[in-house]
């Protein structure tokens, strides 16, 4: 992947079962070998419900994935009563600011000022800023006012399969 976008990365979501699993690094790092995909490549993405799952194993398991290059994100970011709880006690690469925060943002300023106020959060703690649920041109500009690194949304595209993914990136589409 890297030769074909040094910007490429695959974000994968985790449940709480996953973690929870004796062996979760050591199978994150088997299967990376086994694939040589690159580390710095994979972000895995935990959601915030995995606050309720013991925060010293959690953070042993942030802390190794980090150390190893893998980047980490607090995926639904705000959704959660202990959002800032949870930011305080993990080292998070990205904060991805739940899509529910900016579904009216273009005429909603209060909504406005809840993402400005979450992206100074981010920076507070170190981590990059995503937004998730960008639909339109308005929204992006909106974003671009604020310390926000990255968008995800169906302006820019809605899923893909993985095969057509590399087929764009390998010209082959």
Not at 24 to 43: E, Q, S, Y
Not at 85 to 113: A, C, H, T, W
């Amino acid at each position: 992947m890297r030769h074909l976008d040094p910007d490429f990365a695959v974000h994968v979501n985790l449940s709480s079962v996953q973690l929870e699993q004796p062996d979760f690094i050591d199978r994150v790092w088997n299967i990376l070998r086994a694939t040589g995909f690159p580390p710095d490549h994979l972000c895995l993405e935990i959601t915030e419900r995995c606050r309720l799952l013991d925060m010293n194993m959690l953070l042993n398991i942030v802390v190794a994935l980090r150390a190893g290059g893998v980047k980490v994100a607090l995926d639904d970011f705000g959704t959660g009563y202990s959002s800032i709880g949870i930011l305080k006690n993990l080292p998070f690469d990205i904060i991805k600011i739940d899509r529910s925060f900016v579904q009216n943002i273009e005429n909603d300023e209060m909504e406005e000022k809840l993402v400005a106020s979450f992206s100074d959060v981010g920076g507070l703690f170190g981590a990059n800023v995503c937004v998730e649920g960008i639909e339109t041109a308005g929204m992006r500009d909106i974003m671009r006012k604020y310390r926000i690194h990255s968008f995800q949304g169906y302006y820019y595209s809605r899923p893909v399969e993985a095969e057509e993914i590399m087929a764009k990136m390998t010209g082959n589409a």
